[in-house]
């Protein structure tokens, strides 16, 4: 298991502290707030990105040599974007990720030679829309048309993974963004851009027919995002936990007050348990992708609850100055709120656990007979 072994674990804990070293370079505490504006104006952090993709090769971390990538495993993965929460990276790590695995998952020889060398090196950017289809056309050289109300790190993405429905019936394709009429949307997580895509007869390659295909790329996305709430939520305790350590009120220091105290625990103990499931749906990524439905909703689900819940706190914890737009308090409770609805809400996800344990059972039952 790949939370057991000790040297994967210090592989991980190795490149843990290599990215920790490079952001404190690049991307420092001090400046998030800044980072944070100019993202929601439209700025693309091109230095951050430079620095992630071409010295640690993030977004081909699990793609395989091949195509350039890493060859490592989903464990390493988690810590970037265990990161992109944590500290609030104003980078489109998760569209490109998300792409690439799409494409290299489908198998499709003409999608891997145009997209996944440029993906895995991060020289190109992917983009995903999770919500709503495409028109596509029939016949060997696909096209598409229609307009993506909300599409993930779309903004200056060169490629989309987007669902379709043509005379061939629904399916996933991988769309060329270059003719695109593509608007930056407001979005509530200020480092994480939305956009709307309009496209007319825009060139595809289609990844995959039915929905299959794009049913495991949302569960990738669910334990991807469950990384990043529990980064939020790890950062906002300590944010907490270090201003009740320092700020004094009536001659003493706050964390010393009782209910304060007792919050604090509080919010330890979500996430501790939030902890829990987002590494049961890391080894599931790597090792009972069978089991990854389940394992990453409820992932998501209860780390969605300890990001908001702590970032929640963390404001009321800072008091005034917490809920000023000078403080960057807002902006982990912003994240927390936004993943915990980006591929859907929790009765979406909800349902994905219950689906998912319903077939299991439907396979239980029909097996145990035979065994007994």
Known sequence: MILDDPEVAGVREEFADVLESLLGR???????VHRADACAAGHLDEALWTKLTEELGVTGLTAPERVGGSGATFGEMSVVLHAQGAHLLAIPLLGSWLALEAVLRSGSEPAVAAWARGLASGATIGGIAFHGRLAASAGEETTVSGTLEVALDAVDAEVLVARVQGPDGPGLCAVDLSGAVVEQT???DLVRRLARVRLVDAAA??????DELFDTVVDLAAA??????????EKAL????GYAMEREQFGRIIGSFQGLKHELANMAT???QARSLVEHAMWSVVEAPDQLRVTAAMALLKASEAALHVSAENVQVHGGIGFSWEHPAHLHFRKARSNAVL????????DRVLQASAR???????VLPEIS
């Not at 300590?238 to 936990?241: F, G, L, M, S, T």
């Not at 591929?343 to 909800?350: Q, R, T, V």
């Not at 299991?360 to 029909?366: A, G, I, L, Y």
């Open 26 to 32: 690049t991307s420092p505490e001090s400046e998030v």
């Open 205 to 210: 390659i289609r990844l995959a027919d039915g």
């Open 360 to 366: 299991w059972e439907s396979v239980r039952d029909s």
């Open 270 to 272: 979500i996430t501790d």
């Open 186 to 188: 407001e979005s509530l």
């Open 224 to 233: 991807a995002l469950a990384c990043e709430q529990l980064g939020v939520a």
């Open 238 to 241: 300590a944010d907490a936990v």
């Open 343 to 350: 591929i859907g809400d929790e009765h979406f996800l909800a």
